[in-house]
């Protein structure tokens, strides 16, 4: 399984930016998609994950600012970030369960501006 994560990016505080990480190599369906992200100098962590079959989870800290979706036809998930604080930046990760496995993406880079 091969992740490819684009979309990130500068943004002011306020600001909004679009994730994507397309996962190829795959016959099945992926069970688990989702987004972690690493801060400077600290752990990586939770951010959002959805089902195959549409089911979300959220870290406390972006509900109601970010929404994770995705098309199973292509086999990417989406991170729609708003109202983007100074406390989001870091690299964002895609993560995928698929047949008991998990895979990572290579990251991607979110730096918001105060």
């Known amino acids: 399984v091969q992740l490819q994560a684009s979309g990130g990016g500068l943004v002011q505080a306020g600001g909004s930016l679009r994730l994507s990480c397309a996962a190829s190599?795959?016959?099945?369906?992926?069970?688990?998609m989702g987004w972690f992200r690493q801060a400077p100098d600290k752990q990586r962590e939770f951010v959002a994950a959805?089902?195959?079959?549409?089911?979300?989870n959220y870290a406390d800290s972006v509900k109601g600012r970010f929404t994770i979706s995705r098309d199973n036809a292509k086999n990417t998930v989406y991170l729609q970030m708003n109202s983007l604080k100074p406390e989001d930046t870091g690299v964002y990760y895609c993560?995928?369960?698929?047949?008991?496995?998990?895979?990572w993406g290579q990251g991607t880079l979110v730096t918001v501006s105060s």
């Open positions: 993560k995928v369960t698929y047949r008991g496995s998990f895979y």
């Open positions: 190599g795959t016959m099945f369906i992926i069970n688990e």
């Open positions: 959805i089902t195959f079959g549409g089911n979300a």
